[in-house]
């Protein structure tokens, strides 16, 4: 029979949304799972789908265990990403236009109608609504009637009242501090606003600027590694950028233009002119410490996009300076400030250990740069000055401070990698004036969290870890920003609060959303809020329909929260997560701090990292109409564990596409039947009630992937293997026997076939509701004696490999009741005792004993199963079955392994 996805699909979407299958009420013990809300400005493809259909596979699957479950969903509209789109359709840039038009053309609208999103509110309310659509068809069991997006008024009410708090316990902050900011934009930039923010994340790295000098100009020169600066011997300055003289500090220092370019935006930098780079090539400089004469060399490998354009050079501690140096001076000189504990890195040995050549080896000098830094950090002594014998992990920050101090060094900051905003300008580190933070670098707020760490359940079992590094290294965030779509700051409404910590709490606002959209938008406020979440508010002056209301909203409230389970990506875990957690502490009491995180992987397409360049992304709804959500949902639980990255392969695609059509056609055919199943294919009932056991077990650790392979992929074997063995009759009146369970047991993953097939089996309601099925195994001693038939079939085969036969008999023979009466003494008695007092022949099986442990039979009766299955076997193997003690061979026959010969 032919599966119609589609039509199947809509009925079932249909019948779930006339009983409002998804819709809990307060009613028993409950389970909170959410998942990252999406951002609503384009089409969603099969990378996020993932993170959606995980969690809604965690929610069926904990529903049909009994659970009370809200699986909430809302949207995220905050920010200048959709600012920036809406923009670019406004100033007509083609590329930005041509990619609406497609998301229009794939929803089926007109594609014209591009210029209505020129206005933001456009972009967020039309792309909410086809998201509600598209997860609404993958069949995730969303309740639909606590949506709210971040730039609703009742939404922006709450988060002015979230930073009223944070404000009231001094965890928010002004300052000058440095942040990832776009010039062009005029805005301090977040990972929502930045191109690939989410996943390539952007940090700011601390470079320490240091003076050297040359007549009365100081060359600036940028490193990461200022616990060198003692084994300094040289200058490196790149012929062929810009150079300039900017003043900063009433001093005037010597820089590449774009070092300069990012300088002006991190302090008081004045540009006065540009400079000839061979003016200073060859010269010499004065280093700071001691004030030692150092030769200006040309180093073509200095990077304009780095620091400030002049590197200063340890050769004895630096891959790069050993081998920029290498092509320059036959016998560069070398002052070693730092010795390891248990080895020597010579820079000479470790050019050899990674193969590099010159400085075209690029990639090989990055990844020896790295293996040295780390070494040197971790585990290598300073040598000379007042840490003297301290590790450079120690102390590192204490020698930026004394440089500082000193007035022969300064910050500059950079980013950690190149990057461009979502309207393509370049993204650099600035220092901005009376700029809004969130004080994340509190120790006594850290040290709350890393108590509510150790106490989570957290998935997979590294994250504990990750998130305890993230807390350590965490310091201020910037809060606030001059443009962008979201809540004023309360406290200073020039500035809007950016989008990611907008959205640190709002998982609370499910549970009390249904209440707040019937009260009068006036009477939202903080003591309301303070009400509903601490019983501490004073409302008596609000209407009675409010207070009602919020009564009832503290109810649902108290009984919903914490959040039992936070799941989405890995990539998360350093910003939106940690900032959940940190939240969450600072406002709600213990008992409402979240309960668990899960992280998972990412979605690669045919082997590459999703790009429309590359033609490898797909939409959520082009996968939907021509898989079904059935087969994407099967794909990506099977393809790969929770915790890694799922490749979608289209190839691999259509042999699901035809393992689902094997499976329905399969239980349809199996109905039909009315003869009970044959007593010799009872084992294949044993096997699936362990199946569906274990699975549950699988299901309860987001083993998500083992539950689906085991469920569907290994129980179809299952059937295959009795199919040939027995013929399809017969394995259809097995399937029979538990078809209706099988339904149920991967109705989490494939919820449409399930729902098909269980209602085809007569079954009352809705598989997404029914309890995980849980079934009495009494059929444990049949699955043994297939297990023993199938040792036969193997022992078989070997043979007739081994020897190229084409037998017509089979002569098997079992073993000798002696040898099952010594098998059994020898569980109970000494082995060597057994052996002092056996017979030769006795002696001989004893001593096998002793020597394979793995002589374990699962059946007593062999005789008796040989003969039950023989006609069976027979047909199978095409060849007579003769059992028979006769004979040489017979010897050789030990309990649960016959002897065989082949005629």
Known sequence: MIYDFNSIEEKWLR???EEKAFEPRMDGEKFLITVPWPYCNGALHIGHGRTYTIGDIVARYKRMKGLNVLYPMGFHISGTPILAFSKKIENGDAQTINLYKSYLELYGDDPSKVSEFAIPDNIASYFSERIINDFTNMGFSIDWTRKFTSGEPIYNKFVEWQFSILKEKNLIKRGDYPILYSAEEGNPVGEDDILEGDTDKVS????????FYFGNDILLASTVRPETLDGVTNIFMNPEIQYCRIRMRGQTFIVSRRGYEKLKYQRDAEFISDVDVNDYIYKMAREPLYSREIPIFPGKFVDPEIGTGVDYSVPAHSIWDHVGLMEISEKPEYIQVIEMENQRLDMEEIRKKFGISGLKDREKLVEATKYVYEQEFYHGKILKGRFKGRVVKDVKDLIIEDLI???????VYET???????????VIVAVIKNQWFIDYSLEEWKEKVRKLIGRMDLKPDNLKNQFLQTVDWIKERPCARKRGLGTKLPMDTDWVIESLSDSTIYTVVYTIMPFLRRMRYEEIDNDLFDYIFFGSGDISRKSEATRNEANEARKEFLYWYPVDLRHTSYPHISNHLTFYLFNHVAIFPENEWPVGISTGGMVISEGQKMSKSKGNVYPLLTVKRKYGADLFRMYLASNADVWYDVDWRTSEVENYSKKLERFYSLLDEARSTTSEPDERDMWIVSRMIDRIEKSSRNYDSMRIREATIDLFFNALNDVRDLENFAGKERALRAVRKFAKEWALSLSPVIPFMSEEIYSMYGGDGFAS?????????NFRDHEYEWEFIESIVEDFRSITKVSNMKPSRMIIGTAEEWKWKLLDESKSMDLKTLIKEATPEHRDFLLLLMKKKDIAPIVRNEEEVITKYKDDLSRYLNVEIVLSKEGA?????LPGRPAIRLE
Request: no cysteine; aromatic share 10%.
């Open 15 to 17: 019948k779930w949304k």
């Open 204 to 211: 700011i790295t601390q470079f320490t600027g240091v003076f």
């Open 405 to 411: 101090q000193m007035g022969i060094a300064i910050p």
């Open 416 to 426: 950690s990698r190149k990057a461009e905003t979502r309207e393509g300008n370049p």
């Open 769 to 777: 509701l029914q309890r995980y099925p849980s079934m009495t195994n």
């Open 889 to 893: 061979h017979t010897k050789k026959a």
